[in-house]
């Protein structure tokens, strides 16, 4: 059995328009990496972090908090060593948490031969996403770990349902160079919803699931609107109507806010539209004095993996 262990933890777009909290799709394009090591001395320890400035502490570190719960269900006659080559800026809105919770479980589960199934692996990674985000969800950890689109049926128990990509399904992610702290994002939602609004939501959400089932892009298209979270949280990202209005009108299927924010993410039936899609985001955010990064990717439906 190998000793060593390198991975690829990819993003995640959690949400998706309609599913906050419990709906989400892997990226491709852009993920961390991750050195997993077993050792003789026992415990988690972080010996190398690349690309961002994160605590080496296992106890105050994602990917760490999720390694100790994993570790102490397990209880290994071993310990392990974790290098994180993160590329995924905290605070973006693209699963930067979770690519780090769940790359540490990933691996210590492959270098200890699999006794995990992918769902217990999420359920030790919610540990380590409640760090961040101050609270337990896994629409950005299900994605990650199985790939494509996943539906959070429930947290407790811990249920995830596998829901089908449309072969021809494109994302156009852009990231402003900001950071919207999931915490903060979710400080601001209210704790009641109105019973039309709620109406509304779930037809929509119904409706996306059985589009994906079906590969129909017309659905897709008329079913990504979030009329609960979207009012709140559009507020907190610079030029995110007009984002979302170039898009459109550009031909994507839909658009809205990727995670918390502040990435904006559309989905495009095919390559060529996701390219133009592109295209239309570049001409809002290059007049605004804001640095941004663009991601154009095929929904992923391999998640996490080993290099
Ligand atoms: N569902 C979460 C939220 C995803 O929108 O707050 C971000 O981690």
């Known amino acids: 059995m190998k000793n060593e262990i390198k991975i690829f933890s990819p993003a995640t777009v959690a949400n998706v328009a309609c599913g906050f909290d419990v709906f989400g799709f892997c ?8 050195v997993i090591r077993k050792t003789d001395k026992k415990g988690i320890h972080i010996t190398k972090i690349e690309g961002f400035d994160l ?5 105050l570190n994602v990917a760490g908090v999720s ?3 994993m570790y102490e269900d397990a209880k290994p006659d071993c310990g392990f ?6 590329h995924i800026k905290p605070g973006s809105g693209i699963g930067s948490s979770a690519a780090s919770a769940v790359g540490s479980v990933f691996g210590m589960n492959e ?21 961040a985000s101050k609270c337990e969800h896994a629409d950005n950890l299900a994605p990650a770990i199985f790939g494509g689109f996943t539906l959070v049926r429930s947290v407790s128990p811990l249920e995830i349902l596998e829901i089908p990509s ?10 402003p160079q900001i950071e919207i702290k999931t915490s903060e994002a979710r400080a601001i939602l209210p ?18 699931i059985h589009a994906l089932h079906t590969s129909d892009y017309d659905l897709i298209r008329k079913s990504l609107q979030d009329v609960i979270v979207e009012p709140y949280r559009g507020k907190l990202i610079p030029h995110y109507n007009d984002v979302k209005k170039a898009t459109l009108e550009n031909g994507a299927l839909g658009a809205g806010i990727s995670g918390s924010g502040p990435s904006i993410f559309a989905l495009s039936h095919g390559l060529e539209n996701a390219n133009a899609v592109k295209q239309a985001m570049e001409q809002v955010y290059s007049k605004t004095g804001i640095s941004f990064e663009i ?13």
């Open 111 to 131: 270098l200890l031969g699999n006794p995990y199934s992918k769902t217990q692996l999420t359920k030790f990674a919610i540990k380590g996403e409640a760090l």
């Open 81 to 86: 060593e974790i290098e994180i080559y993160k």
């Open 166 to 175: 449309p072969n021809n399904l494109y994302a156009t992610i852009i990231h």
């Open 67 to 69: 390694a100790l719960a």
């Open 191 to 208: 704790n009641e919803v109105s019973l039309q609004h709620a109406i509304t939501q779930w037809g929509n959400f119904g409706s996306l």
């Open 55 to 59: 605590p080496y502490e296992a106890e």
């Open 295 to 307: 991601h154009v990717s095929k929904i992923n439906t391999e998640g996490i993996k080993v290099l």
């Open 27 to 34: 990226l491709d394009s852009v993920g961390d990496e991750m």
